[in-house]
């Protein structure tokens, strides 16, 4: 890979920290999940198709990649995980930095511990487990709980993350609660600020939080999380997406030399005069230099109309714009996939 111009600043930062989206399927259906995770969840990747893109994260950064896989939950799809993390060390792919679950699956100390086991001699580096208000809906806590001290054993302490460990600690099981009673509770966990209000959360959430007119988000450009975070996501049909902005489109793989190839089309497009960014990265043009207000003004020209009770940070209205234009046929190939439209 050529290097840029170092008297310019990166256009697009070097992938250095990506996530494998294992699939969409999940026990859950979790209130704050943003790419929209549930039981009849689709899209999910092989083994092949993994390794592939693992490969191609490695090559197109020439500081190596830090590799975690996610989901969706990749406990679901334990043979596949597990085989992905062997054949990977096997084949010199580098350290599998973490593997990030629900826990639902740790029904019993020992299958706790003989996976852990499994996926250390693997390679994997941590075990990031989810703990809050909304998964407990689903998965028992004493589950989180019985991950986590198992894997602490396993691995050591400093290898387990729960997030987030004060709900862990003290949290319940909000799936016995009423409906009004659970909705309290995820109002008040809500209000912590910790959720990113997209996909699912931008639908069951943001409206517990104080809504603001969609024009207090007008310049706040999203060039940040879009093109220099070094984090992005790739799922099972090669979609890339930035890390943290699941349904956007920054190109598609699937072969292992089209990560860098998207990465040197990016690179390209960004880093040139303005105004000679083509049509079709005409979404992340808009949101990089302007922000969801950029998008909010070409979707109101093809008939949407923001929400008049307004939204709870900008993260909101891109993704109700971004649902909208998605579901009436626009910008084809730069939103995606269908599953993180599902809310």
């Known amino acids: 890979m050529s290097r840029p111009d170092k008297s310019k600043p990166m256009p697009v930062k070097y992938w250095s920290f990506a996530g494998l989206m294992l699939t969409y399927w999940c026990n859950a259906r979790c209130a704050s999940c943003y790419v929209c995770g549930r039981p009849d969840g689709v899209g999910d990747m092989g083994v092949e198709a993994g390794l592939a893109m693992w490969a191609g994260l490695m090559s197109a950064s020439p500081h190596g990649c830090r590799v975690h896989i996610g989901g969706g939950e990749p406990f679901g799809r334990w043979p596949v995980l597990i085989e992905l993390a062997r054949r990977a060390?096997?084949?010199?792919?580098?350290?599998?930095?973490?593997v990030e679950t629900n826990a639902f699956w740790a029904?019993?100390?020992?299958?706790?511990r003989d996976r852990l086991t499994a996926l250390d001699a693997a390679g994997m580096g941590r075990l990031t487990i989810s703990a809050d208000p909304y998964h407990q809906q689903y998965v028992p806590i004493e589950r989180v709980r019985l991950a986590a001290r198992v894997g602490g054993e396993v691995l050591g302490e400093g290898r387990v993350r729960v997030r987030w460990r004060d709900w862990a600690a003290d949290g319940f099981d909000t799936g016995a609660l009423s409906g009004r009673e659970r909705w309290r509770v995820f109002s008040a966990w809500a209000g912590r600020g910790r959720e990113r209000l997209s996909g699912r959360a931008a639908v069951e959430l943001a409206g517990l939080l104080q809504l603001q007119p969609a024009d207090r988000f007008a310049d706040s450009p999203c060039v940040g999380p879009l093109l220099r975070s070094r984090h992005v996501h790739v799922d099972g049909d090669g979609i890339l997406c930035?890390?943290?902005?699941?349904?956007i489109?920054?190109?598609?793989?699937?072969?292992?030399?089209?990560?860098?190839r998207t990465w040197r089309r990016l690179s390209?497009?960004?880093?040139?005069?303005?105004?000679?960014?083509?049509?079709?990265?005409?979404?992340?043009?808009?949101?990089s230099a302007g922000g969801p207000a950029a998008l909010l003004r070409a979707a109101r020209q093809r008939g949407f109309e923001p929400a008049g009770a307004?939204?709870?940070?900008k993260c909101h209205l891109c993704w109700q714009v971004r649902q909208w234009l998605f579901e009436n046929g626009h910008y084809r190939g730069q939103l995606g996939p269908a599953a993180v439209y599902r809310p």
Not at 107 to 112: D, H, I, K, P, S
Not at 249 to 260: F, N, Q, S
Not at 270 to 282: I, K, S
């Open 242 to 247: 930035p890390g943290t902005c699941a349904g």
């Open 89 to 98: 060390k096997a084949a010199g792919l580098g350290p599998l930095s973490a």
């Open 107 to 112: 029904t019993g100390a020992g299958v706790v």
């Open 268 to 287: 390209a497009a960004f880093g040139g005069p303005a105004g000679e960014v083509g049509a079709e990265l005409e979404v992340l043009s808009m949101l």
């Open 249 to 260: 489109i920054l190109g598609r793989a699937r072969r292992a030399d089209d990560v860098a």
């Open 310 to 313: 307004g939204y709870a940070a």
